[in-house]
């Protein structure tokens, strides 16, 4: 990493910049690699997202790297953005990141360029619907495109460590002083408030309250999925093809369900079952 000003340390990809000495000798490997043997993190669990306050550490804002500059958010609040996901592990464990704090290859962390941190963020890969929830507390990737540095143990949940980067979808978990959270600016982890009146039971198809599991690029994958969930739920699983300005997405939802009770009831057990990334949603397509 290279110190940006006293604490805007860069990830593996951060170059030298025009504010700061270069102290890329610090690092004993010349290129970063993963640990040794084969580390089991099946038990590793995603990162918990809970509301820290806004600190001036890492949000110095506008920063210069490599003679550009780069603004930090002044809040996550709604954010969405696919585009390619690296990671970094060995050569910078132990070294502090931009907040300060110290990197751990093994944790569930990431650096991006312009979320504010400490933040949490959902991290999903396009390619194979595997998702994770991370803490974002360094800065990077400064090299090329790329929008997200996850760390060793967050790319290898997501199956990407071979292929060095991967297509991913970055959602903002904002976390409110009262400890309700928003993803991408929706409600997430708690029962949205109970109407007095339940809305009338709705067809597959029809505007309704859904349970997203995933989304895809592909139809491939969101099929594979979709049969999956079927037989191991038995509830009514859909396809739900959807045009972006990014392209054609295929969300793999369950439902719909009658109520935000009812929906709640089922993220919960999906959730138990290993679906960590299902997300409550009312959707018309």
């Not at 003679?67 to 585009?83: F, I, L, N, P």
């Not at 309704?208 to 969101?222: H, K, T, Y």
Request: proline share 6%.
């Amino acid at each position: 990493m290279i110190l940006v000003s006293l604490v805007l340390a860069g990830c593996s990809s951060t170059p030298g910049t025009s504010s700061a000495p270069d102290h890329s000798s610090r690092y004993t490997l010349a290129q970063d690699v993963g640990p040794e043997g084969d580390v089991d993190i099946s038990n590793l669990e995603d990162a918990s997202p809970r509301y820290e306050a806004p600190r001036p550490a890492g949000n110095r804002s506008p920063y210069t790297v490599w003679g550009k500059q780069y603004t930090v958010m002044a809040s996550a609040e709604g954010y969405v953005e696919r585009g390619t996901a690296s990671w970094y592990g060995k050569k910078f464990h132990g070294h502090k990141t931009s907040n300060g704090e110290i990197y751990d290859m093994y944790a569930m962390s990431a650096a991006h360029k312009s979320l504010p941190i400490p933040g949490y963020a959902r991290v999903t890969n396009l390619d194979n619907g595997r998702s994770v929830v991370v803490r974002v507390n360094d800065r990077g990737p400064f090299h090329g495109d790329r929008l997200i540095d996850l760390s060793w143990a967050a790319a290898k949940k997501l199956d990407y460590l071979d292929r060095g980067t991967a297509r991913v979808e970055v959602a903002a978990i904002n976390v409110r002083p009262d400890g309700s959270m928003f993803l991408a600016g929706q409600p997430w982890g708690e029962a949205a408030p109970a109407n007095d009146q339940s809305p009338p039971a709705v067809a597959a198809g029809d505007r309704g309250i859904f349970v997203q599991l995933g989304s895809f690029s592909r139809v491939e994958p969101a099929r594979k999925m979709q049969d999956s969930v079927r037989q191991l739920t038995g509830e009514s699983v859909r396809v739900n093809p959807i045009d972006t300005a990014s392209g054609r997405f295929h969300r793999v939802q369950v439902g719909p369900f009658r109520d935000a009770s009812a929906a709640t009831r089922e993220q919960q057990r999906l959730q138990l079952q290993g679906f960590r990334q299902a997300m409550i949603l009312t959707d018309s397509h």
